[in-house]
């Protein structure tokens, strides 16, 4: 019963062998159904005999998308080094020009990829915003053999979403969405898609994990499946066993570019919220905060006095932004947005994008171990402005000078103008200069740089090296193994570090 590599499929006599291992197992769990004690109450299932009357009721919903884009890509052929004076000079002159010339021209370039109707009479179509991103032409090629010209309305780079609409003479065969959260890991899941090129295909797999993050994107919630994907099926649907949209295929995971069984889809819960706005305003309207925050460690959340490592910690504030105006602080921690829990730092951007523009919702916090409670009106997001970004990591390096006070590994000095000259530190920095760091140390652990600048020690602000010595002696003396650090870098972005005291 060995599945074909090549191709993902599983032969006819492997899949009649698979059924027959469920019938004797079903047989054999009916024989012995007196003995309670042996045999469980139910036996295992195989998955579905068969998808196909599902994918032909879906499949003349998913259409393949093909765009035409015009590049003026230049490739200069660079010439050969003659010797002064080569007969060949005027020849080579001649071809080496009409070669770059014939380059410079503008050329069409095509590509494809997936995408489903959700609205047939208005023409609605979902697709990802990198197989549109930059097109001249947008055409939807339908399972019938019709092509029409697309039209986009909107798209996101963020979520990689976009939303196009074609003019059809008649109604079109649409899909509905269906709910994502509801969605478990092991339940069977269909793809259908324009894989390389080759027209509606289809492939079947399970949920393999839940809310991935991949780093494409702030949002990112990916469903995880091992059905098939390859290039070519990215904006196409990722159906549950009711023929509902649970996901957008969107990303793979492949060394040589085809399926290895990791496929990323968008939720549908996700994809819903920004397809409306698309459709509505032609663009996203998310909220913002006006945070700048950063993973709460298990170093980080000790130095703080939780009991765990949980929620957003706020590494920088817009003073002029929702959470400068209501009041919330860097060192802040993030643990409730609107009544939602954040249990770790990445859910706080979905959650904020996700909240009605101009909404006054609670914020719960913890500020020095205590919890607090604020209320923050929630704005507009512009697409200039990160919010709830990473801080930055800082890692400008500096040349190693001896220094007043040696601390963790670091050798700090007072913040003068020739320490703000030498690291181009900006006027509105205040505190201590790290001006050098040593070797091994656990401040080099947590990549703290010469030019960085401790602007709090444990929520206290400090601004002699003697106030940082005094503080982590402080915290040594109550039993803390690591020190929070505010730091800043020379363009005034902070970030937190929790560095270990006992590196001492």
């Known amino acids: 019963m060995a599945l074909n590599v090549r191709t993902g499929f599983m032969p006819r006599n492997s899949l009649a062998a698979l059924m027959a291992l469920a019938m004797g197992a079903s047989l ?79 050329r069409r370039v095509q590509s494809l990829g997936s995408g489903f109707v959700i609205d047939g009479k208005k023409g609605i179509i979902i697709t990802n915003n990198h197989v549109i991103e930059g097109a001249d032409e947008i055409t939807a090629n339908f399972n019938d053999g019709t092509k029409l010209t697309a039209k986009l309305i909107g798209s996101d780079k963020k979520t990689d979403l976009a939303v196009l609409k074609v003019e059809p003479e008649k109604e ?88 290895i069984g990791i496929g990323f889809a968008i939720p549908s819960d996700t994809a819903q919220h920004v397809i409306a706005q698309l459709q509505q305003f032609g663009e996203t309207r998310r909220g913002w905060l006006g945070v700048r925050i ?7 959340a000790e130095s703080l006095g939780m009991d765990r490592a949980r929620g957003a910690l706020v590494a920088g504030v817009d003073d002029a932004g929702p959470a400068g105006v209501a009041g919330i602080e860097p060192g802040d921690v993030i643990v409730s947005f609107d009544g939602k829990d954040v249990p770790e730092m990445r859910e706080l951007p979905r959650i904020v994008a996700d909240t009605q523009i101009g909404k006054e919702v609670d914020v719960v916090l913890l500020r020095k171990g205590k919890e607090k409670d604020l209320k923050v009106t929630v704005g507009l997001l512009k697409e200039s402005e990160e919010d709830a970004s990473a801080a930055d990591d800082g890692t400008d390096k500096g040349e190693v000078q001896p220094a007043v006070t040696s601390v963790l590994g670091m050798q700090l000095s007072a913040l003068d103008d020739a320490g703000r000259e030498k690291y181009k530190i900006g006027e509105d920095v205040k ?13 080099e652990e947590k990549r703290v740089v010469a030019g960085d600048v401790i602007v709090e020690v444990a929520q206290e602000p400090v601004e002699k090296p003697e106030d940082v010595a005094k503080q982590i002696a402080n915290l040594k003396k109550e039993g803390r193994r690591t020190a929070l650090l505010l730091l800043s870098n020379p363009n005034g972005e902070l970030r937190f570090v929790a560095v270990r005291t006992e590196a001492e």
């Not at 590049?71 to 070669?99: I, K, T, Y």
Request: hydrophobic share 35%; aromatic share 6%.
């Open 28 to 106: 054999a769990a009916g024989a012995c159904a007196q003995d309670a004690t042996k045999t469980p109450a139910s036996v295992p299932t195989y998955g579905p005999a068969s998808v196909a009357d599902l994918a032909e009721n879906l499949l003349d919903a998913v259409v393949n998308i093909s765009t035409t884009q015009t590049v003026a890509a230049r490739r200069s052929v660079p010439m050969p080094q003659l010797p002064e004076g080569s007969p060949f000079q005027e020849f080579f002159d001649e071809f080496f020009n009409r070669q770059n010339k014939d380059q410079d021209q503008p």
């Open 172 to 259: 079109l065969k649409a899909v509905s969405f269906g709910d994502s959260d509801k969605s478990r890991v092991g339940d069977w899941v269909m793809a259908i898609g324009n894989p390389f090129g080759l027209g509606g295909t289809v492939t079947v797999g399970i949920v393999s994990a839940r809310n991935r993050d991949i780093n494409s994107g702030p949002y990112d919630n990916f469903i995880q499946t091992d059905a098939a994907i390859n290039r070519g099926n990215s904006g196409g649907p990722l159906f549950d066993m009711h023929g509902n949209v649970i996901g957008i295929n969107t990303a793979i995971i492949s060394p040589s570019g085809g399926s």
């Open 294 to 300: 950063q993973q709460v460690t298990d170093e980080i």
């Open 431 to 443: 505190g201590v200069l790290v001006d050098g760091v040593e070797s091994g140390s656990a401040a």
